[in-house]
């Protein structure tokens, strides 16, 4: 499949490289085409760098990894027909780190970062996932032992199985994708990330991650 | 030890019953000390029951779990000098339900409950924890398979030590209680309840908790 990736950061690279790797055609997006560490990278991997407007044009499917401060005008930068019906995963955090360590979110409570991304862009199919980890759990989930979970919201029940089955891809047995409903459920999930934050402080490395156990 | 519990709820009242199966003496407070059903469920369990004033004099030890808008007040009902320089244990989530369900969370990203607690009663030793769970699983841990995390939030290590020890009481191996760090941790762990109900919606059953597993 050609997936356009928003965001050449720690978590765009990662899931470029392992979307290369399972077998699909990646186009990274950024703000300019000419960003020559991630032109370097893209070399390298066998990617092509566009801007977002020419990733969202090249992309079946659409893989958000912006900051979340951008996501909006990264998207916005696109022709809105290159996003609407397609599958959107988004993978970001509304992290607000204008007052320091730690964070708080820019968007939450009532809302959230994969609402906004819904409700601009009506017939595109968002499903957030994979914000409530690291990107080397991501793309390795066998680098934390035994069963772990992530998460699923999103409207479309036929895109959150795309996006199970590229998880799936990656290694994620199916049991460990928690499906929490719609698109509003990603509040959850967002607002998940202070605790994610302090569970990383104390356990001192991104290798980890939550388990639903059962009674 | 004595300890005053303050709500005689499910929490309330699942957390006096254990308090009391493992060798505590219990006084559950509420608004007025006439509560019928409160008095009939204490006088089986055999604790005692009084206004939230009465249970704050009574307990060397005090564990708020009444709703979560009510903490203030029941706290405020109180002599602050029956507060101060005590173990206070904080249960509570300020789930906020007036827009029906999902509920919002009335104190959220830049505060926390137990911060405000701690605030109002500087010289209270607040120890948020157990917010994450459902009653049933905070008094049995073997409702749920294996390994599964609960935490604490506190600016006091001797008040965690104590919380701890209880919680060891009550059948929670040492290792699977984690300590996030001071009380604006407590942020993280309540904003934890929205992903919780969701879970809860998935699940079923109040019988389940998160593992936090290492790499």
Redesign the interface.
């Known amino acids: 499949m050609k997936i356009g990736v928003f965001g050449t950061g720690t978590v765009g690279k990662a899931l470029g490289g392992k979307l290369l790797a399972v077998g699909h055609e990646v186009m990274l997006g950024s703000r300019s085409a000419d960003n020559p560490e991630a032109n370097a990278w893209a070399a390298e991997a066998g990617a092509t760098v566009g801007t977002f407007a020419d990733a969202a044009r090249f992309g079946e499917l659409l893989l958000v990894a912006t900051a979340g401060a951008a996501v909006l005008d990264a998207l916005g930068s696109c022709d809105a027909g290159d996003i609407n019906g397609k599958v959107v995963v988004d993978v970001t955090n509304p992290l607000d780190f204008s007052?320091g360590f730690?964070p708080?979110?820019s968007i939450?409570?009532?809302d959230s970062q994969a609402e906004q991304v819904q409700a601009a862009y009506p017939e595109a199919k968002v499903v957030k996932t994979f914000n409530t980890i690291s990107a080397v759990?991501m793309v390795d989930p066998a680098?934390?032992?035994?069963?772990?979970?992530i998460?699923h919201s999103g409207n479309d029940a036929e895109a959150k199985a795309t996006v199970a089955a590229l998880q799936q891809s990656f290694g994620w047995p199916a049991e460990d994708i928690?499906?929490?409903?719609d698109i509003?459920?990603a509040?959850?999930?967002e607002?998940?990330?202070?605790?994610?934050?302090?569970?990383f402080?104390?356990?001192g490395?991104p290798?980890?991650?939550?388990?639903?156990?059962?009674?």
């Open positions: 007052a730690p708080s979110l939450v409570n009532t759990v680098s934390v032992p035994g069963h772990h979970t998460f928690m499906d929490l409903g509003t459920t509040r959850g999930a607002m998940y990330l202070p605790l994610w934050l302090r569970m402080g104390v356990v490395t290798f980890f991650n939550i388990n639903v156990v059962r009674g």
